[in-house]
């Protein structure tokens, strides 16, 4: 018995198929590449405002040494 030539149609829908699983697994990858660049900003959010609070009360104990030594006018 002769085979029979494949559906073009169906060709085409399986290349569909192809490039769409393509697509879905670039998106898994690209979605956990965010997730990880995100969690590492939050990161780095959290530690510039520790940083930003530490900077803060060295300087409100600055400005009090130097009221205590005179070195500038009291508010």
């Known amino acids: 018995m ?3 030539p494949e559906n073009i149609l ?3 829908l ?3 198929d192809e490039k769409v699983d393509r697509i879905a697994e670039r998106l898994q990858e690209l979605t956990t590449r965010v997730g990880i660049l995100e969690t590492q900003v939050g990161i780095l959010e959290t530690q510039y405002a520790s940083i930003s ?3 803060d009360r060295i300087e409100t ?3 009090r040494m130097e009221r205590r030594l005179d070195l500038t006018p009291a508010p």
Do not use: F, K, T
């Open 2 to 4: 002769a085979e029979q």
């Open 10 to 12: 169906l060709v085409y």
């Open 14 to 16: 399986r290349g569909i």
């Open 53 to 55: 609070n530490r900077l």
């Open 61 to 63: 104990r600055l400005d």
